[in-house]
């Protein structure tokens, strides 16, 4: 994000038309969550370019209205307000993609889903079934752990070698079959193959006999992917060949709408 410019008066309106305090509240907000939560005023200055009694008055109003609290420290750390429009942020994630997953549906003929990165876990945040008598079936609102998940490969593909690592020694890497990838040196060569080809692949990872395919939705707000999930006698690698493309191009077409100030 570039810097903000600094200014004597919060309430003036910026360049795009909206309220300036407003725009300066949010983006402090962000940058303190790609901060990890919790960050100092003098970092936050830095960062944005804005002086210090203008991101103090920014933080102190933030404090009284429970979306950043204070910590014994004096950093300051995002709030507690934020978690409930976070989940409800999420439910209506879900609700824009369900246009793009049965559209996958249609295409694909298997299940289509969408997961999101919620710390260290993968949450499912919606889903279009298959129309097939044999389909697969995820409950939306399932945490599962990355590992084992081609939308945990996807979502995690492009994030630094040492944040991976870190992550699996706070998870842990349980087998759920005979195929699970278990130790850290194989679960980085799987997202080099992620990066290399495109797109990642759960093989018999999470439950024997179903194989799922996964892109990134690039620049989406929050860390998103979407995946099919079939019969592994269904989801070939003749089938993949076909697939591969239509997952890329409704992740292409979701990021799109999500970027929109009136998604359709």
């Given amino acids: 994000m570039p810097p903000s410019s600094a200014s004597s ?7 795009t038309g909206g309220v300036q305090s407003l725009e300066r509240a949010f983006d402090l907000l962000e940058r303190m969550a790609d901060a990890g939560g919790e960050v100092g005023l003098s970092e936050l200055s830095a960062s944005s370019g804005l002086p ?16 950043v609290r204070q910590q014994t420290n004096r950093r300051y750390a995002l709030g507690p307000r934020l978690i409930r429009l976070g989940e409800t942020a999420s439910r209506l994630l879900g609700t824009w993609a369900r246009p793009y997953l049965a559209r996958l549906v249609e295409e694909t003929g298997e299940t289509a889903n969408m997961a999101l990165l919620d710390g260290d876990e993968i949450v499912y945040v919606a889903q279009v079934p298959s129309k097939h008598s044999m389909r697969m079936f995820t409950e939306v609102g399932r945490r599962v752990l990355p590992h084992s998940t081609g939308v945990g490969k996807a979502l995690l593909a492009n994030t ?19 195929k699970t990838i278990t130790t850290p040196e194989g679960f980085l060569a799987a997202l080099e193959d992620v990066r290399r080809l495109g ?14 395919l996964a892109v990134s939705v690039p ?5 998103a992917a979407i995946s099919i999930s079939g019969p592994a006698g269904r ?15 409704v992740a ?12 359709a």
């Fill in 199 to 212: 797109y990642a692949i759960d093989d018999n990872e999470q439950e024997i006999g179903v194989r799922c």
């Fill in 252 to 263: 292409g077409e979701l990021s799109e709408a999500l970027a929109s100030q009136n998604p």
């Fill in 160 to 178: 630094p070698d040492h944040e991976v690592r870190a992550l699996l020694a706070r998870t842990g890497m349980p087998a759920a079959t005979e």
């Fill in 9 to 15: 008066t919060d309430s003036t309106k910026s360049a």
């Fill in 52 to 67: 210090l009694p203008t991101i103090h008055r920014l933080m102190r109003t933030l404090v009284v209205c429970g979306y």
């Fill in 235 to 249: 989801v070939t690698e003749p089938a993949t060949e076909k697939i591969v493309p239509i997952l890329q191009q």
């Fill in 219 to 223: 620049n989406s707000p929050t860390a």
